[in-house]
């Protein structure tokens, strides 16, 4: 089972709780990671509205996920 190194940001990070945190989990994408994380502690941001960076790049909610690799969800932020 994969190891993954996990990084919330903004409203994310406040909702969850953490910055960051490692997990052991069967997703093999990123899109499947936040679905299992959401559901597990509530996160109301939707899928569709995040942005995820895979090793420090920003990527696509499909990418496949290898051992190791650190998953960053990015919500989007209001400013002014």
Do not use: W
Not at 10 to 21: K, M, Y
Not at 40 to 48: K, N, P, S
Request: negative net charge; aromatic residues 8%; contains cysteine.
């Amino acid at each position: 089972m994969p190891r993954l190194a996990i990084r919330y940001f903004a409203s994310l990070r406040d909702e969850r709780g953490v910055s960051d945190e490692t997990r052991e989990t069967q997703a093999r994408t990123p899109v499947q990671l936040y679905e299992e994380i959401a559901k597990e502690y509530h996160l109301t941001v939707a899928v569709c509205a995040l942005r995820v960076a895979v090793n420090d790049e920003f990527s696509t909610m499909d990418a496949v996920l290898k051992d190791g690799d650190v998953v960053a969800f990015i919500p989007p932020v209001a400013g002014g």
